[in-house]
Structure formats: C-alpha cells, structure tokens
Nanobody, 120 residues
Framework: QVQLVESGGGLVQPGGSLRLSCVAS????????MGWYRQAPGKQRELVAAITSGGTTNYAESVKGRFTISRDNAKNTVYLQMNSLKDEDTAVYSC??????????????WGQGTQVTVSS
C-alpha cells in the first residue's frame, strides 16, 4: 500500500498561481501513471492532468497551456503547477497513482485531496 499526501492548495485571486504537490510514502518510479483529478461542487470528477513513468503527459482541454504536471522520482513527488487560474478552477484536487496500465480505477491509490479556491 502507498499513501499519497497532497499540499499546496489554498485561496488565490483570478490570474494567480499555485503549485500542488503529491508526496508518496514510497517510490513512485514503477507506477505506470500519476496525476490529478478535481471535483467541484455539483460537478463530476474530471481528470486534470496525468504523467506516465515515461514522461508522457495528458491534460484536460480546459487547462492546456495553463497547467503543467511533472514528477520527481527521487523525491517520490508529483507536482501540478497551475498558472492563470480562473474561477472555474475552484475544486478539490486529488492525486492518484495507477500501478499498471491494466489496473482498474477502483484499485488506484488516492490522496485525500486539497482545496483550491479561485476568488477575488
């Protein structure tokens, strides 16, 4: 089992930036993919960004050009740099780790989530 702990959320004005971190309790180098989902009140959870062990990234259309995902295997950490934040980015952001490409979502590892609020 692995624990994922997110940090870096908070309150920021529109146009501002935040960097989320997701620290794993053990090595992440063997995970097929890690990334971030978000869920806003009354909305479905959506994938924000993902990065594979090979460094391939994937982003939701709504965040392309504004968010950047990266991973530091030496620090067992995945980051989400969020720039030019908008009100609609307000949500709880949760980190996940998918052990293999075949692992069903129900067996992924999840963090507890961190709140991001974009408001003036």
């Amino acid at each position: 089992q692995v624990q994922l702990v997110e940090s870096g959320g908070g309150l920021v004005q529109p146009g501002g930036s935040l960097r989320l971190s997701c620290v794993a309790s053990r090595s992440i180098s063997h995970f097929h993919a890690m990334g971030w989902y978000r869920q806003a009140p009354g909305k479905q959870r959506e994938l924000v960004a993902a990065i594979t062990s090979g460094g391939t990234t994937n982003y939701a259309e709504s965040v392309k050009g504004r968010f950047t995902i990266s991973r530091d295997n030496a620090k067992n950490t995945v980051y989400l740099q969020m720039n030019s934040l908008k009100d609609e980015d307000t949500a709880v952001y949760s980190c996940y780790a998918a052990p293999t490409v075949l692992t069903p979502r129900g067996l992924w590892h999840w963090g507890q989530g961190t709140q991001v609020t974009v408001s003036s």
